[in-house]
């Protein structure tokens, strides 16, 4: 969820990102500053919906004053709720959007693992299209994982996989037959999902974590 989990006592600011000239040839670089120092980051050519939002609001400075407000020890540093340039004193930030989202673009060779710039959503029960917050990102903290632990966070991949095809397909079944939204098709329309569900997922087989993701 995007919800504020946890206020940071020492705060950090955004100034303000890096404005240059774009060429279609080369990687897009940008530099985020801030109060504790600069952080430069490549954006994704693969990922251009995303790419070109963060680039808009960079060159439109509206990133300047804007608080980290939700600093989680290795898990994630999050920002961008507009809201926050208010800088209230106890005031929870991090509903704030910009008031609107950008279509998923999650692909398969792209790892949320220690320094990378990332997205921010609400659940897949709420957003079954998997978009992202307008303003909202994430830099990805992490920690060293042993394979047991690796263990567990495949299990828990393949968890959060399977519960937003679930979702997924009972969105599908109710567009294609409207009737199955009514309470009192609710078991038909789950029945209907999970059969969906379980022959997707007999080809899709089960999420390993790459080795040089590791």
Avoid at 62 to 87: C, N, T, W
Avoid at 143 to 158: F, G, P, S, V
Avoid at 168 to 185: G, T
Avoid at 188 to 193: F, G, P, T, V
Wanted: glycine letters at 6%.
């Amino acid at each position: 969820m995007r919800t504020l989990l946890l206020l940071c006592l020492s705060l950090l600011t955004l100034a303000s990102c890096a404005e240059k000239p774009l060429d279609p040839d080369k990687p897009v670089y940008v530099t985020v500053r801030t109060s504790m120092g600069d952080v430069t980051v490549l954006l994704y050519d693969d990922t251009p919906l995303h790419r070109d939002n963060f680039i808009k609001l960079c060159q439109a400075g509206e990133y300047e004053g804007m608080l980290f407000h939700r600093i989680i020890k290795d898990f994630v540093v999050q920002g961008g709720d507009p809201a926050s340039k208010a800088h209230e004193p106890g005031v929870l930030y991090g509903d704030g959007d910009g008031g609107y989202t950008v279509p998923a673009e999650i692909l398969p060779h792209h790892f949320n693992k220690r320094g990378a710039l990332i997205d921010a959503k609400e659940t897949d029960d709420v957003n079954i299209e998997r978009a992202s917050a307008g303003t909202q990102f994430c830099f990805v903290q992490g920690k060293k994982l042993t394979d047991e632990e690796l263990a567990q966070k495949e299990t828990r991949i393949n968890e959060i996989r399977r519960n937003w095809l679930f979702y997924k397909f009972q969105d599908r079944l109710k567009k294609q037959e409207p009737s199955l939204a009514a309470d009192s098709m609710k078991t038909e329309l789950e029945n209907r999902a999970l059969v969906m569900l379980e022959d997707t997922l007999e080809v899709l087989g089960y999420y390993t974590i790459p080795a040089d993701r590791r």
